[in-house]
């Protein structure tokens, strides 16, 4: 088993570097998620929202449905090295994250990457009487993914990130308090798809299973313990 | 690909689907405990073991503990006493119960961290020389040295790690008496208590918890009987599969006491039967009934009349007050008739308490400590206390830095901690 993965490995470095550039790649698939080089390309960016389902155990009868505004933008360093960036945004709490990926093909149809992002969320609810709260905090999230090109034109990728938490700082009031404890927080697998779908307009789909000590749009909803919480998430969003 | 892909998606499904449970450990196995000749502890001896220690052999419970009893009665003639140590690290705690062997002081029961779903057994021997012998004496002669050596274990596995207490000071007892308020009558479901939230048990329980009052929630049953309930809805979450669902308001008390069962088996409690419990059965003084429904308070504030006279009777302290979370039910409330005279817990502004005469105000934590707010309502012989707070380093804060007259959460065994281990 362990000769196998080893050989696994070994046949991803050595793979061959690239399958020459495809240039129909671009007009065809432009993608964010599929890891893809960015060859020609300098930037690809998408626009779109994601709902994430709060679990029922915890939040009891406040089930948290408001979707939540992404923005992700790619940025051609080399060929297969991208810098990634990330908004996401709910007004009351937001997430940032940017990072560095490399992206290697593995032959016509497959690919991978791996990289690391780092994040910074933060909340405020000050607009509702009885309510004087606001939060932040950064964490890390190392990524591979695998991608698969069809022949249909449809792009599937497979990404597994682990969460670090690196700092957390919570004020009510005038009360503050501040960690600096870092651990483990969880992972998050995520299946995506991509397909041109409408006058060459590219749509993403995905679906993401995270399984989390804490998660930055539940800040203000309940203690973070040590135990895993699960959040079903889906993402849609239209490559610009 | 696409078949590993499919096998993934449908594993994470059902893990995510699968619910956490924390298996309570079987502490009942100890024959030197089991020993017929073990004889329950005194009065003196258990008031004299009250205090707060320090934790030496291992850092897994942090490095102070804050030792307390509390009693439920079971039947006539019958109570059970527990000790609870309440521990700063992980809303760590033990609950045990205690005997005497041969000179020696036996604890027996298991522990467990709030934070997590870890538990186990745990045990603790008092050596005569180690101050067993002074506090089995019939009028203890205190301070003494009393050194408690003990064995904890995870799960259901026979105790293996050491860990010692050792007597540092008494419990800080402030001036006035400070109300540790347990949420749902003790706790939420999601914290996975062996009890359901809002049950007969859960009331039972809540003292070993650190409580000295409770929250519970107040419905009322199609035929009008106020239960304990705190969602819409029958659910999952807090019943097991019955069959019925909707709202509770559409089910007679007949229907869901022979149909539904709370999601660790119990029954949908009464109100009468909750305060009952809390009156006859534990030592708890402070009841906060939330008003979860719209409509008449009669029948509630009937039934906290005839509790608090029941407990003057028995010369037992026990306060009974309406809450009132919201302007719905601060209506409801001003339309009750002596509604001047009725306690009641206002949870809006400092003028609704004025308007509504209630004997306590309680904001939400989220504004803070707020010592000016409270400051004024206590000169007005007023009392203060803040909910849902549930954050360790918020609870340290609050008890450290705040003024109020007690504290609500479902850990109640920090807020317990935090406010005994203060010098």
Not at chain 2, 168 to 188: D, K, T, V
Request: charged share 15%.
């Amino acid at each position: 088993m362990i000769r196998i993965t080893f050989y696994t490995i070994l046949l991803l470095i050595l793979s061959p570097a690239a399958y020459s550039q495809d240039s129909n790649f671009v007009a065809k698939h432009r993608a964010i998620f599929f890891p893809y080089p960015m060859y020609k390309e300098k930037w690809r960016t998408s626009l779109g929202f994601s709902f994430l389902t709060t679990p029922e155990d915890i939040t009891e009868e406040i089930r948290l449905r408001i979707p939540c505004g992404e923005f992700t933008v790619l940025r051609k360093i080399s060929e297969k090295v991208q810098a990634q960036g990330r908004v996401s945004f709910q007004f009351l709490q937001n997430h940032i994250t940017a990072g560095v990926h490399y992206v290697k093909p593995i032959n016509k149809k497959f690919y991978w990457s791996a990289g690391n992002d780092i994040g910074y969320w933060f909340g405020l609810l000050k607009i509702v009487e009885g309510f004087n709260s606001k939060a932040s905090g950064w964490l890390t999230y190392p990524s591979v993914s695998f991608g698969w090109m069809t022949r249909k034109d449809l792009l599937i990728t497979l990404k597994a990130q682990a969460s670090f938490n690196l700092y957390y700082q919570s004020e009510n009031g005038e009360n503050k308090f501040v960690s600096t404890q870092k651990y483990y927080n969880g992972e998050a697998f995520t299946l995506s798809i991509e397909q041109p779908f409408y006058q060459r307009k590219h749509l993403l789909l995905a679906f993401s299973a995270i399984s989390n000590k804490f998660y930055w749009q539940t800040w203000s909803l309940f203690y973070k313990t040590n135990r895993r919480v699960f959040y079903p998430q889906i993402t849609v969003g239209f490559i610009l | 690909m696409k078949n590993i892909s499919a096998i993934l998606i449908v594993s994470l499904f059902f893990l995510g689907c699968k619910k956490t449970q924390v298996a309570m450990p079987d502490s009942s196995q100890w024959a030197l405990f089991r020993d017929g000749a073990a004889a329950p502890l005194p009065y003196a001896t258990r008031q004299a073991m009250e205090g707060v220690y320090d934790i030496a052999g291992n850092d897994n419970f942090g490095s102070l503990a804050a030792l307390k009893w509390s009693y439920v009665v079971n039947g006539n003639n019958d109570t059970t006493y527990h000790i609870s140590g309440f521990f700063g690290k992980d809303i760590a705690y033990f609950i045990c119960e205690g005997k005497q062997l041969n000179g020696q002081i036996l604890l027996s029961g298991y522990w467990r961290k709030m934070v997590s779903t870890e538990t186990g057994i745990i045990r603790f021997t008092i050596d005569p020389a180690n101050g067993a012998t002074v506090l089995l004496n019939p009028s203890p002669v205190l301070p003494t040295a009393i050194i408690l050596d003990g064995l904890f274990g995870n799960g259901q596995d026979e105790p293996k790690n050491s860990i010692t207490l050792s007597h540092n000071r008494p419990l800080h007892n402030g001036a006035a008496p400070f109300n540790i308020l347990a949420h749902r009558g003790g706790g939420r479901n999601s914290d996975l208590l062996p009890v359901s939230e809002n049950s007969v048990e859960m009331i039972l329980k809540t003292a070993e918890l650190g409580s000295t009052g409770i929250e519970i929630d107040v419905r009322f049953t199609k035929d009008g009987i106020p239960i304990l309930y705190h969602d819409n809805d029958i659910n999952l979450r807090l019943t097991q599969k019955s069959g019925l669902v909707g709202p509770i308001e559409n089910y007679t008390y007949a229907q869901l006491n022979a149909f539904v069962r709370l999601i660790n088996g119990e029954r949908i409690p009464t109100l009468r039967q909750a305060l009952s419990a809390a009156l006859y059965k534990t030592p708890l003084t402070f009841i906060w009934l939330d008003t979860k429904y719209i409509g008449s308070l009669e029948r509630v504030q009937a039934l906290q009349f005839e509790f608090m006279e029941l407990a003057t009777g028995l010369g037992r302290p026990l306060q009974i007050v309406i809450g009132l979370p919201a302007e719905a039910q601060v209506n409801m409330f001003l339309e009750l008739p002596d509604y001047n005279i009725t306690p009641s817990l206002c949870e809006l502004s400092l003028a609704d308490v004025e308007r509504t005469n209630s004997m306590i105000w309680a904001p939400r934590f989220t504004e803070g400590t707020q010592n000016e707010n409270v400051a004024a309502i206590q000169a007005q012989g007023k009392k203060a206390f803040v909910w849902t707070l549930d954050v360790p380093e918020f609870i340290e804060q609050f008890i450290r830095d705040g003024q109020f007259d007690g504290i609500l959460s479902n850990f109640p065994s920090c807020v317990a901690y935090n406010y005994y281990v203060q010098q």
